[in-house]
């Protein structure tokens, strides 16, 4: 009998005329980006599976049929899509990635922390009251470029205050790239006013303080109470204390919602060319200062000075760019002398097996 492949083809690649309910993994975001990754053999020996939640010794995978926990892989987060291999597990194969949102890890551990891949859109959530800061949002839009992910600002809590045009228009400063939608996220706004990006094999994810209604926000696109204190299966008592929280939710009918915890403040590592695009017009200008390593002080020919004194660009601004830089920076290098320390060390552990090796052969 021949063989079906036709569920290794995402339905955006397929024409209209065939209609058929998705498969699993394209309700949980299977694409074309992915199919063209593997052989329709290896489709066939190694399922697709999609990482919904990273315990701290197994990842919970979903896919076609597939509801496992399994051990974990290296470098594996939640969103990936791992070809699993049943009878090798170390050979499971995690799938290139659209996009992979990371921080510095907290603590006095300098490494790189990844929190999500394969993330179409992040919200970035922030109430209009006192939560309400435009350092945080540049942050996390900074992030959101960094990782390849479009980012849209949502500002809730908009039947709290009297006006919300001065937040989104402040929150609109941000950056010509980045929509701003402001509403009430308990009831039917979010679903209409998310709507273009929460379509059926979109993955989203809320980023944003605690308490901005992150959580309302994810049930009010399920329209249910219960969605982002659920997992999407009930628990098999594995591991659920050791949890990180950060799981795939699947939307009936709809797209896959990323549930972060409250994020506490999310540290900029590696994110040179995200902080730059958030601040493009500064970047573009500084390129024009005469020194090339102008700090926009009091350095003859700045063109960033020259332009605050016009009006043009606010002080204001610059200072928080210059902050973001300046952290982005110190993180980006204490990594990279933590990477050669860590690549020294395994150096000498080498060295020494080498040594030890020999020894025991004479
Ligand atoms: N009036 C009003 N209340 C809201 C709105 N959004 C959220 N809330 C309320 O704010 C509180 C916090 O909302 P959550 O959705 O739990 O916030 P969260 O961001 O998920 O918080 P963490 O889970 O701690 O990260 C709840 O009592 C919500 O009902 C809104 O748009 N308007
Ligand atoms: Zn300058």
Redesign the pocket.
Known sequence: MPRDYSALFPLQSRTASTPRPPSTIEALGWKPFFASQISADEFIRTPPVRVVEVHRGALHVLGNEVDETIPPLPDTTTGDWVLLDRERHKSSRVLERTSVIKRRAPGTDRQVQLIAANIDTIFI?S?CNQDFNIARLERYVAIAFEADVTPVVVL?????VGDTADYAAMAQTISELVPVVT????GDEPRVKLAEWCRPGQTVAFL?S????????TNALADTQAI?TQPIREDDAKGRHTTTRRQLHMVPGGCVVLDT??TRELQLTEAASGIDSVFADLHDLAARCRFNDCQHLSEPGCAVREAIEDGAIDPVRLERWRKLRAEEAFNTASLAERRSRDKAFGKMVRRVMKAKDSEGRR
């Open positions: 959530v109430s809730t809590k908009a039947d709290l509403l009430d996220a308990r944003g605690s308490g901005v209604g992150k959580s309302t926000l982002a915890p409250g």
